[in-house]
């Protein structure tokens, strides 16, 4: 929309186009998605529960993983509904602040995520390489404080980005080729210069991802070393099998996070707009629907749990009948 002056105001809503050229299969891609959603809402709130229910799973590594079934709840649920809503009703249209709102809470959770995967590895990194300090290094007021400021790490980096993209003028087009409202492709509608944004971008990226990254990689080495140092086989075997499920975690998150982020900004026109939107969307609904499942799978002490909680629950209802 265009005034007087040749400068532009901010459009009244944007238009989501879903996936472009795969519109006529909307529907048909809902079904994997759907199923992806349901899925990791009835995983991650059946763990919160039960870390929550069961007092032989209150210890840090399970506090950290009720964390991450959180996030991932939030991050999901921020993005599927709008999309399933573009998917079954064609319902494109998203107001110019809700857009901004769904960007800021997108970017946010997926930090948070970034940062309590972190906290994981260096919750691994005690247990393992200090065991016999392990429960007095990590108490409840520390588990506290580290996903507090975890979480306002991420909250305090993304504020500016609302604003970022606020001041820009959108002078010829509202259609954004996406399912949600993500930053990259929201700025790339305005003819101006995107260049502090990216810039902005960047930034976060290097103190959310590249920090995580490097504490994760830190503390895998340390737990290396020490599980390398151990004289038994069965010792080694155990300590590993302790972090394989949060290796997997780890491998969900970061590998579709990465395609996203250097093909929004690298990638150009290499890569079909349709694989870049499917894997943005796999980055945000793939770690929500395997983590309940690969922790649960994984870690004795869930899956004890889970199946004493079934089994608990079977036998009051033949008590009562």
């Avoid at 949060?246 to 996070?257: D, E, G, L, R």
């Amino acid at each position: 929309m265009l005034v007087s002056n040749n400068s532009c105001v901010p459009p009244k809503y944007f238009i989501l186009n879903g996936i472009p050229g795969l519109e006529r299969v909307h529907i048909w891609i809902s079904v994997p998605f759907c199923t992806m959603y349901i899925i990791s809402l009835l995983g991650n709130l059946g763990l919160v529960y039960l870390i929550h229910h069961e007092e032989s799973l209150h210890h840090p590594m399970y506090f950290f993983l009720a964390m991450l079934s959180l996030v991932d709840l939030f991050t999901c649920t921020t993005t599927l509904p709008n999309a399933l809503c573009i998917f079954w009703f064609n319902l494109k249209e998203i107001n110019f602040s809700a857009c901004l709102v769904q960007m800021f809470f997108v970017h946010g959770f997926t930090g948070v995520e970034s940062g309590v995967l972190m906290l994981m590895a260096l919750d691994r990194y005690v247990a393992i390489c200090y065991p016999l300090r392990y429960a007095t290094i990590l108490t409840n007021s520390i588990i506290a404080k580290a996903g507090l400021v975890t979480f306002l790490r991420g909250a305090l980096l993304m504020i500016p980005f609302p604003f970022l993209v606020k001041r820009l003028p959108f002078c010829q087009s509202n259609i954004i080729s996406h399912t949600y409202c993500d930053h990259m492709s929201v700025v790339k509608l305005s003819r101006s210069s995107i260049k502090v944004n990216v810039i902005y971008g960047l930034v976060v990226a290097l103190l959310i991802g590249v920090f995580d990254i490097c504490c994760i990689s830190v503390s895998y080495t340390m737990i290396l070393r020490a599980v390398v140092s151990l004289s038994s086989a069965d010792a080694r075997q155990k300590a590993f099998s302790t972090c394989t499920a949060h290796i997997s975690a780890i491998i969900v998150t970061y590998v579709p996070a990465f395609f996203t982020f250097f093909t929004h900004r690298f990638g150009g026109h290499t890569i079909p707009s349709s694989l870049h939107i499917i894997v943005a969307n796999l980055y945000l609904l793939l770690p929500p629907t395997l983590n309940p499942i690969v922790y649960g799978v994984k870690t004795k002490q869930i899956r004890d749990n889970v199946i004493k909680l079934f089994q608990g629950e079977k036998g009051a209802s033949t008590r009562d009948n």
